[in-house]
């Protein structure tokens, strides 16, 4: 009888050991970015939705030329801690009779430099201050874990304060974001913000971490359920990462913010499916216009349809400056 409990508790705690085990590797795979590890790439990261859904697919040389303009420009270099204790970093790029400062927000694992290589430029041009954040864990801001706007958006909040201080003529300020970075400034909304912050952009942004996963479960692998997963990523989250996925959501600052919210996104987006921002639109109870671009994906919108794209914008800062 001995013999028989201890081998069922030994298979327990084998199959215990292998259960967490696969979600310790789901968790370092998408949220983990420990710079002292090797970064290897994963298979899953390398299927036909990441290429498709990136603007190098069918703008390549748009993309690359924004990238180089970029990089070209003399912007300073901005600091900032966050409200735990990490060192945040951002470019910034004044704009002569400037007329708005413009906060941009890049999405997962991203750059303001990609994100925004073909806005920056006419963005600038337009009058705009512009400020570059390199979100936790991205570029020079420190950080070991991406947490899909759940501490994000308290660092797109302090940023806009950092820019408020420092705003000495109180021109109009505009929170810009893509992707993760859209979901980012879209939770920011629901905080107390600077009172020249006028407006929120939001490209392709999702609605939750959890919906996200789901939706790509769905639409990748056409796997329907993936509770127990999410349940194991939740937990490593929360011992680890010190958050959890719950907090990373649109809901309530979408039910709760007052200023004006400018959605775009691509139909045929199957990296973050578009329905996620007609979600962010029904709920958000703010003045708000919602732009689908028709055969559009990821994060292609605004080359997709150069012209529509640009005239939304300069008439949201016209309305609201």
Same mark, same amino acid.
């Given at each position: 009888?001995?013999?028989? !409990?201890? @081998?069922?508790?030994? #298979?327990?705690?084998?199959?215990?050991? !292998?259960?967490?085990?696969?979600?310790?590797?789901?968790?370092?795979?998408?949220?983990?970015?420990?710079?002292?590890?090797?970064?290897?790439?994963?298979?899953?990261?390398?299927?036909?939705?990441?290429?498709?859904?990136?603007?190098?697919?069918?703008?390549?040389?748009?993309?690359?030329?924004?990238?180089?303009?970029?990089?070209?420009?003399?912007?300073?270099?901005?600091?900032?801690?966050?409200?735990?204790?990490? !060192?945040?970093?951002?470019?910034? $790029?004044?704009?002569?009779?400037?007329?708005?400062?413009?906060?941009?927000?890049?999405?997962?694992?991203?750059?303001?430099?990609?994100?925004?290589?073909?806005?920056?430029?006419? $963005?600038?041009?337009?009058?705009?201050?512009?400020?570059?954040?390199?979100?936790?864990?991205?570029?020079?801001?420190?950080?070991?874990?991406?947490?899909?706007?759940?501490?994000?958006?308290?660092?797109?909040? @302090?940023? #806009?304060?950092?820019?408020?201080?420092?705003?000495?003529?109180?021109?109009?300020?505009?929170?810009?974001?893509?992707?993760?970075?859209?979901?980012?400034? $879209?939770?920011?909304?629901?905080?107390?913000?600077?009172?020249?912050?006028?407006?929120?952009?939001?490209?392709?942004?999702?609605?939750?971490?959890?919906?996200?996963?789901?939706?790509?479960?769905?639409?990748?692998?056409?796997?329907?359920?993936?509770?127990?997963? $999410?349940?194991?990523?939740?937990?490593?989250?929360?011992?680890?990462?010190?958050?959890?996925?719950?907090?990373?959501?649109?809901?309530?600052?979408?039910?709760?913010?007052?200023?004006?919210?400018?959605?775009?996104?691509? @139909?045929?987006?199957?990296?973050?499916?578009?329905?996620?921002?007609?979600?962010?639109?029904?709920?958000?109870?703010?003045?708000?216009?919602?732009?689908?671009?028709?055969?559009?994906?990821?994060?292609?919108?605004?080359?997709?349809?150069?012209?529509?794209?640009?005239? @939304?914008?300069?008439?949201?800062?016209?309305?609201?400056?």
């Amino acid at each position: 009888m001995r013999n028989k !409990v201890i @081998k069922i508790l030994g #298979t327990a705690t084998v199959a215990a050991t !292998v259960f967490m085990a696969s979600g310790f590797s789901f968790f370092e795979m998408i949220v983990s970015c420990k710079r002292h590890k090797r970064q290897v790439k994963k298979k899953w990261f390398e299927l036909s939705h990441t290429k498709i859904n990136h603007p190098r697919y069918k703008f390549e040389k748009e993309y690359e030329e924004g990238k180089e303009w970029c990089r070209q420009q003399n912007m300073q270099d901005c600091y900032m801690k966050s409200i735990d204790g990490l !060192v945040l970093h951002a470019y910034y $790029l004044p704009a002569k009779n400037a007329k708005r400062f413009v906060l941009l927000s890049h999405g997962y694992k991203g750059s303001g430099f990609g994100d925004f290589a073909y806005t920056a430029k006419f $963005l600038h041009e337009q009058g705009c201050n512009l400020l570059f954040i390199d979100q936790r864990c991205c570029g020079a801001s420190k950080g070991d874990y991406i947490t899909f706007g759940a501490m994000e958006q308290y660092d797109v909040q @302090k940023w #806009t304060f950092y820019i408020a201080r420092r705003n000495k003529k109180k021109l109009p300020i505009y929170l810009y974001g893509e992707s993760m970075g859209a979901a980012s400034v $879209l939770m920011a909304s629901g905080h107390k913000l600077p009172r020249e912050v006028k407006g929120i952009i939001a490209d392709c942004g999702f609605r939750s971490m959890k919906g996200q996963m789901q939706d790509m479960a769905a639409n990748w692998f056409h796997i329907k359920w993936i509770g127990l997963m $999410l349940l194991r990523l939740d937990l490593f989250c929360a011992v680890l990462a010190g958050f959890r996925m719950k907090d990373a959501d649109t809901h309530n600052a979408m039910k709760t913010n007052k200023r004006p919210v400018l959605f775009f996104h691509g @139909k045929e987006d199957t990296y973050v499916d578009y329905k996620n921002s007609l979600y962010n639109y029904s709920l958000c109870q703010a003045p708000k216009e919602l732009v689908i671009v028709p055969h559009a994906r990821h994060l292609c919108s605004a080359y997709a349809a150069p012209e529509l794209y640009r005239e @939304k914008l300069l008439g949201f800062f016209e309305k609201y400056d």
